[in-house]
């Protein structure tokens, strides 16, 4: 996930943080490895890890380029690159950060929330007119979205939408960012929020849910996906770094699953520099469908800096270092593991705990004032009590 810029600023994806040109992608660190790929799973689009090969994945696909296409092309984005040189703490300590993203998602230490309700969306079909600014920024391929997409998470957790983009990998080889039990997917749509409570996105940074993102994982099917093909068509037009086009609106929603109540949901960062933490992730248990002709279109259409193929634009994954991910559905596997929790959900336990420690309270309050009366009457007989024992009614055999 790539950072966003102000409200009002030349665009709005994670890919271009505040007061910077581009958000950068972030980088793999020395000496990790990415997780083994995921293949397309049968029947019903859910993650289904018994499906899934436990191939690993090469992380060099870069290759022999073509250069024509680069004549007067400048070096933009040499700050920073996936597998640069340059650390991307030296360029933002937050990238150091204990809580990062992406993270491997394992069903068998998720925690179902039943408190997480379904993903509301308002205002995310546009019509045609006024078009959006289609940008290839050197790291992922970003779509801007207009003021007025909308999106809840709960009572009180509103955020609208600034922008979209993607992350991919290369022909055979899967760039998913978040993994699920070490397998990864072919790609990942990314839409990124503020939340309403910030006016500009500088301000939200480091916050506490001060952003949303939405992923969801694209995986191959077997007939071409129309929603998507309306960007898709169009990067060809944008395959030098740095370059953009219009594209007529779109139903943005028609990007992302149909069933949005089921998800997973953690607390963590930006997925390139400057790495901010706070961010609110929901990663959707239904995956999206692109023909096999459209994922390669994704994955060979663009160039990066340096006379690259833009391919593999994704980050390692990160610890999670004592982070709980939520689940909003039984994930069928029981917790067996005491973990580190966020505030939206208490487990059972928690949940008697705070139960009884209330009737305690209040049984104690009671004793307290009884003992009070008594010493306010100590003139008081037996007699003053009447006892009735209960009635009880024999029915016949």
Aim: net charge negative; aromatic share 6%; hydrophobic share 35%.
């Amino acid at each position: 996930m790539q950072a966003t810029p102000s409200v009002g600023a030349d665009s709005s994806g994670e890919d271009d943080p505040p007061g910077k040109e581009d958000l950068p992608s972030e980088e793999d660190p020395p000496g990790e490895e990415d997780p083994p790929e995921m293949k397309p799973e049968s029947g019903e689009d859910s993650l289904k890890l018994e499906d899934l090969p436990t191939v690993e994945v090469p992380r060099d696909t870069q290759g022999p380029q073509n250069n024509a296409h680069r004549n007067n092309k400048g070096d933009a984005h040499s700050h920073w690159r996936y597998g640069g040189d340059l650390p991307w703490p030296q360029m933002s300590p937050a990238c150091a950060g204990r809580f990062q993203s992406p993270v491997d998602i394992r069903p068998d230490r998720t925690v179902f929330c039943p408190a997480l309700q379904p993903v509301e969306l308002f205002g995310f079909e546009l019509p045609p007119l006024p078009q959006l600014r289609l940008r290839n920024n050197g790291h992922t391929v970003q779509l801007t979205l207009p003021p007025g997409l909308e999106m809840a998470l709960g009572p009180g957790r509103e955020y609208r939408a600034l922008q979209l983009h993607l992350h991919w990998g290369a022909a055979d080889r899967p760039g998913s960012e978040h993994t699920v039990g070490g397998h990864r997917f072919p790609a990942e749509i990314h839409v990124v929020h503020l939340s309403t409570a910030f006016a500009k996105v500088d301000e939200a940074l480091g916050r506490p849910g001060g952003l949303a993102v939405l992923a969801v994982f694209l995986q191959e099917g077997p007939e071409e996906n129309s929603a998507y093909e309306q960007l898709l068509s169009h990067l060809e037009e944008i395959a030098e770094e740095d370059s953009e086009t219009w594209v007529p609106g779109l139903d943005v929603s028609a990007l992302l699953p149909s069933d949005l109540s089921r998800y997973f949901r953690y607390e963590g960062s930006l997925t390139t520099p400057p790495c901010a933490q706070g961010v609110i992730w929901t990663v959707f248990n239904q995956t999206v469908r692109l023909s096999a002709k459209q994922l390669h279109t994704l994955s060979g259409s663009l160039w990066g800096p340096e006379d690259t193929r833009l391919q593999m634009n994704f980050r390692a994954m990160q610890p999670l270092n004592g982070r709980i991910i939520e689940a909003s559905f039984p994930t069928g596997v029981e917790q067996t593991v005491e973990p580190v929790r966020l505030n939206s959900c208490l487990a059972a336990g928690d949940v008697l705990a705070l139960v009884f420690g209330i009737l305690f309270a209040v049984t104690s309050i009671a004793c307290l004032v009884q003992m009070r009366r008594q010493r306010r009457h100590p003139g008081g007989t037996k007699g003053d009590i009447s006892y009735h024992p209960a009635e009880v009614t024999e029915s016949a055999a």
